[in-house]
C-alpha cells in the first residue's frame, strides 16, 4: 500500500526547520511529513498525531528507521495543546496538518471510506469512535440527513437523496456502500448521476459528520497558532472548500490588525496580529505531481508564521 504524501517538500520547506526545533505533525498517517521532518532534525524532536492505530503501527515503524527522536501520540489533533502541555511542552516551532484522508485508509476498503468498494458504512478515522457511517445513515431525521448533505457535501440535491435513504431503510437497513451508492443513483437518476458523481460529495459529507472534521479543525487552528514559538510556522494542507474556507478566514483575521484599534497611534498588544501570511494565495501541486497522484488535485497548502 503505497502512501502519496501531498505536497510534501512544499509543505516541510515551508516550515524552516532548525535541525534543533520541536516541531509536532498534527496529521502523522503513514509518516510521510514526518518522515521528512525528522530527517531534518538532529537534537530536535517530532511529535506527530494519529487516531488511527493502523497508521501509528506503520508510522512508528518508519520513523523508528530515522531516528528515535520522535513521539506519536495516540489522539485526534485537537486534543494539540492539552496533549503537548502534558508532556511538559508549552512551545514548538513548526506545526503540520495534512488534512486529506491516507491512501492505504481510502484503499483498505474495510473502512468504508470509499464509494469504489462493498464495504461495511463505517467511516471512523478512529475504530474507538462510536459514531459510524452505518449509524447516520440508519438513524439520523430527514432533516438531519439533508442538513448534512448540502452543508458539508454542497450536493444540490441533498434532499432528495436524504428523503430517499429515509424511505429505503423503512424496508431494511442499509448496511454496506454499495447499497448507498446504489440508493443515491436512483434518488437523482442514471443521467445526473453518471455526469456528476454526487455519491462523492454524499461519502464526503458523511465522514465529516462521522469525525467532526470541521469542528476539530475549527478548535484546532487558534491552539495551534498559540503553541507557535515567535517566528515558528504553521502549514495547512485542505482537500476541499469548507477546510479551506476556515483556514483562510482564521489566517486572514488573524493575520490584520484588529477594526477596534485601527488608527490608533499606538497598537495594543493584544490587538496586534499574531501571525503573518507567508503565501497570500494558496499553493497548489504541480502539474507532475497531478499527474502522479490524482488525489492531490483538489488539495491547497497556506503556510503562516508566528509574530
Known sequence: MKHYSVMLHEAVDGLNIKPDGIYVDGTCGYAGHSSEVLKKLSSGHLYA????????????????????NFTIIHS??????EKLNELGVEKVDGILFDLGLSSPQIDNAERGFTFMNEAPLDMRMDQ???????????????DELTNIFYLYGEEKFSRNIAKKIVSEREKKKIKTTTELVKIIESAVGAKYFNK??????????????????LTVLKNVL??????LNKNGRM????????EDRIVKQLF??????????????VIPEEYKPKIKLINKKPILPSDKEMQENSRSRSAKLRIIERV
Open 49 to 68: 498525531f494519529d487516531q488511527d492505530e493502523d497508521a501509528i503501527k506503520d508510522a512508528t515503524i518508519r520513523l523508528e528507521q530515522i531516528s528515535s
Open 76 to 81: 485526534n489533533f485537537v486534543n494539540m495543546k
Open 128 to 142: 474507538s469512535n462510536e459514531l459510524t457511517a452505518e449509524y447516520i445513515v440508519n438513524n439520523y431525521s430527514n
Open 196 to 213: 456528476s458523481h454526487p455519491e462523492r460529495q454524499i461519502f464526503q459529507a458523511i465522514r465529516i459528520e462521522v469525525n467532526s472534521e
Open 222 to 227: 487558534p491552539d495551534a497558532i498559540d503553541l
Open 235 to 242: 502549514s495547512v494542507i485542505t482537500f476541499h472548500s469548507l
Open 252 to 265: 486572514k483575521k488573524e493575520s490584520e490588525i484588529d477594526d477596534l484599534v485601527k488608527g490608533l497611534p
